[in-house]
């Protein structure tokens, strides 16, 4: 994938060489709605929670107002990363169920306790994802939860998460769940479980906009 993902995912780029299958959806059939998945709707509410958790976050350990425009000015798309990874987090849990995989919370306490050991201690390894991936300190066990999922699921398929046979069973996933956005943020690339800027000139850019605002 040619950009980073915010969702911290310890994951390869590679990434499925066939052609995207494309999906979203429109403002009248999901009124108030950021995307659809398995019926389920994530709300603009709800994705700009998420956003002004991370933006707070920033806030507080970047206190100088020069440096904290630059970081503005870094997390431009912070507004569809975050969307990325909330849709990511569901299509991957659905895969992992498929799968029969499964996370406990001793298992998220485990491997935070020996990242927070790398890191040097809690809140720095809270800085490490806040800085690297636009995760608020508050969803970091989410976050790591995911990032287990996503490598138990890996080894129950017998390959690791750069692998096309992993990133298939993230296909089927996105499929059965019929991943729906809407247009301001792009469509969804069910073959590359990701989420793409769509082609639509004529939809106006105003998720950046709206997070700088809520962030003043």
Not at 139 to 167: C, H, I, M, Y
Request: positive net charge; charged residues 25%.
């Amino acid at each position: 994938m040619h950009r980073r993902r915010r969702s911290a995912l310890v994951l390869s780029a590679a990434l499925l060489a066939a052609a995207p299958l494309l999906t979203a959806c429109g403002d009248d059939s999901h009124p108030g709605a950021a995307a659809v998945v398995g019926g389920r709707r994530i709300t603009e509410g709800q994705l700009q929670t998420r956003v002004n958790e991370v933006r707070a976050a920033q806030r507080a350990a970047v206190t100088d107002d020069a440096q904290y425009q630059q970081v503005l000015a870094s997390s431009g798309s912070l507004t569809r990363d975050t969307l990325h990874e909330m849709i990511l987090d569901k299509v991957l849990h659905k895969a992992a169920g498929t799968a029969g995989v499964s996370v406990t919370r001793k298992e998220v306490q485990q491997l935070r306790t020996s990242l927070e050991q790398q890191a040097g201690g809690s809140k720095a390894l809270e800085t490490v994802w806040l800085q690297r991936y636009g995760i608020a300190p508050a969803r970091l066990d989410d976050n790591l939860r995911l990032q287990l999922e996503a490598q138990k699921l890996a080894t129950t398929l017998g390959t690791d998460t750069s692998q096309p046979v992993f990133w298939k069973a993230l296909s089927s996933a996105s499929r059965e769940l019929r991943v729906d956005l809407n247009p301001r943020y792009g469509a969804w690339d069910v073959q590359k479980s990701s989420r793409v800027d769509a082609k639509t000139p004529w939809v106006r850019d105003v998720t950046t906009t709206a997070s700088q605002q809520s962030a003043t």
